[in-house]
Each structure stands twice: as structure tokens, then as C-alpha cells.
T-cell receptor, first 112, second 112 residues
Framework: QKEVEQDPGPLSVPEGAIVSLNCTYS??????FMWYRQYSRKGPELLMY????GNKEDGRFTAQVDKSSKYISLFIRDSQPSDSATYLC????????????FGKGTHLIIQP | DTAVSQTPKYLVTQMGNDKSIKCEQN?????MYWYKQDSKKFLKIMFS???????INETVPNRFSPKSPDKAHLNLHINSLELGDSAVYFC???????????FGPGTRLTVL
């Protein structure tokens, strides 16, 4: 079993729809959870950061973490064609120079 | 201003050569990282480095070595390049206990 599982998609939705992206993980030591957006041939761009369980909202984006289920989600409201990209979940235990463990990414397409 | 920059953006070379990729961050962060993104877009940590410790992912061949002349720079040296080294290499940085990492634009390495 991989440490972080993420459906690669592609996920295609019409403009204006609510998008739900999610990841499951197996390592209960993970405490810090992030979502990155990556456009084609660009570097990952940090979207959301959450510590431990709970919700966090930033504009049209909401991140949720459920540590008891080892499940994290990213919701995008009022989706726009410019949201079309690959969305990567990432997580870390924290402490020292700890690298991020990424999911494989979900390719999202917002149809105009 | 570019927060995390990498040079070169593209690198094409022959098998067996030795090459370097440079990374600089102007965020004042104390920790830097190298990641490899393979042809399937999976992003995997290679090295984490701050002034106290170097953490090497055990799966990384010893042909790869990070070199840090100062806190703002972390270069990646690769000896005896192989076909399987072809990938996009990303540099990232973070500060202390925030664990949120900021990525550079990537270096696309092609080994012929």
C-alpha cells in the first residue's frame, strides 16, 4: 500500500460546479497537510495548509482533514477554467528537515 | 521577484556525463529540498538539508549529491548520468516549523 493514495483522474466538470478532490494516507504520524496546484510544465504552487484535523477556508477553496479516517479533501467552489490543473496533496510528520510525501496528483479539467 | 529559482531550465546531456543544477531562494528560509518528478508526474523527495542535518532518501543513488555553499543555495550534482535519471527536478525551501514548502520552476533533464 502506498503511503498516500490519490485518484489521478482526469476529473472533468462544467464551469461553476463544486469540485471535490481527496487523498487517503496510511501513516498516522502525518500531522501537516497541504494542497498544491501544478500547471503544465510549472512548479507546484501552494494552495492550502492545515495542521492536524479540521477545516480551513480561503476564498473559493476549503481544505478538510480527518485524521481519524486518514482522509483529506479539497473543495473548490464556483470552479473556473483557470482552475484546470493537476492538484497534489502532500503531507509530513514535521520535525527537522522533513520532506513532503505527495500523492500522485489529480488532473482536473473545468469545461467552459 | 522570483522566490525560488533554478538553473538551467532545460538540460540535455549524454549518458555518463556529470552535470549540476543550481537552486537559489531569496525567502530567507533555513531548509531546502530536492524533489524528482518522473514521467508519470509522481513527485518524490530526494534530499532535505538545513544547517544542521542532511536527510537523504534511501532510494537515491549515491551518484546524486547535494552541495550547499550557503543558506540560500542548494545545488544538485549528478555523476555518471543514466537514462533513468531523465525527469524534472524541483528545488523547494521552507522555514522552521511551518513545513510549507515553496517550489522552484523545475529543471527538465533529458539523458540521451
Amino acid at each position: 500500500q502506498k503511503e498516500v493514495e490519490q485518484d489521478p483522474g482526469p476529473l472533468s466538470v462544467p464551469e461553476g460546479a463544486i469540485v471535490s478532490l481527496n487523498c487517503t494516507y496510511s501513516n498516522s504520524a502525518f500531522q501537516y497537510f497541504m494542497w498544491y496546484r501544478q500547471y503544465s510544465r510549472k512548479g507546484p504552487e501552494l494552495l492550502m495548509y492545515t495542521y492536524s484535523s479540521g477545516n480551513k477556508e480561503d476564498g473559493r477553496f476549503t481544505a478538510q482533514v480527518d485524521k481519524s479516517s486518514k482522509y483529506i479533501s479539497l473543495f473548490i467552489r464556483d470552479s473556473q477554467p483557470s482552475d484546470s490543473a493537476t492538484y497534489l496533496c502532500a503531507m509530513t510528520r514535521g520535525g527537522g528537515a522533513d520532506g513532503l510525501t505527495f500523492g500522485k496528483g489529480t488532473h482536473l479539467i473545468i469545461q467552459p | 521577484d522570483t522566490a525560488v529559482s533554478q538553473t538551467p531550465k532545460y538540460l540535455v546531456t549524454q549518458m555518463g556525463n556529470d552535470k549540476s543544477i543550481k537552486c537559489e531562494q531569496n525567502l530567507g528560509h533555513d531548509t531546502m529540498y530536492w524533489y524528482k518528478q518522473d514521467s508519470k508526474k509522481f513527485l518524490k523527495i530526494m534530499f532535505s538539508y538545513n544547517n544542521k542535518e542532511l536527510i537523504i532518501n534511501e532510494t537515491v543513488p549515491n551518484r546524486f549529491s547535494p552541495k550547499s555553499p550557503d543558506k540560500a543555495h542548494l545545488n544538485l550534482h549528478i555523476n555518471s548520468l543514466e537514462l533513468g535519471d531523465s525527469a524534472v527536478y524541483f528545488c523547494a525551501s521552507s522555514q522552521g516549523s511551518t513545513y510549507t514548502q515553496y517550489f522552484g520552476p523545475g529543471t527538465r533533464l533529458t539523458v540521451l
